[in-house]
């Protein structure tokens, strides 16, 4: 069983940084058919959760204009963790952060498309002005 452990949130002031991490364990192989897609999401109060970070088995990643150039998703396979840096916060980054994970077919995008089976129990981020 897949499971993946957020740390690393908390409160800044805007245009500050923090660094998420995304803990994980109990996975398989990906195999000739698939691959693994991981991402980060978040879900601000009363709005819908949001795919903003992809980052597939060979490094691709893919972000939402929104975030683009301020955040970089990375990972360190020795150390099974799913990275998120954020830089130049803002207020409306503030969010319960989600990391997720999913397998897709080998010639499938790493993005929003995915389907995502694993998650994370989340981590609050919150900038003020």
């Known amino acids: 069983q897949v499971q993946l452990v957020e740390s690393g949130g908390g409160s800044v002031q805007a245009g500050g940084s923090l660094r998420l991490s995304c803990a994980t364990s109990g996975y398989t192989s990906s195999t000739s058919y698939n691959k693994y897609c991981m991402a980060w999401f978040r879900q601000a109060p009363e709005k819908e959760r949001e795919g903003f970070a992809y980052?597939?088995?060979?490094?691709?990643?893919n972000y939402i204009n929104s975030v683009e150039g301020r955040f970089t998703v990375s990972k360190d396979i020795a150390a099974n963790t799913l990275y998120l840096q954020m830089d130049n916060l803002q207020p409306e980054d503030t969010a319960m952060y989600y990391c997720?994970?999913?397998?897709?077919?080998?010639?499938?995008?790493?993005?929003?498309?995915?389907?995502?089976?694993?998650w994370g129990q989340g981590t609050q981020v919150t900038v003020s002005a």
């Open positions: 980052i597939d088995d060979d490094g691709t990643t």
């Open positions: 997720a994970a999913g397998q897709i077919s080998l010639w499938a995008s790493c993005d929003s498309s995915a389907d995502f089976a694993y």
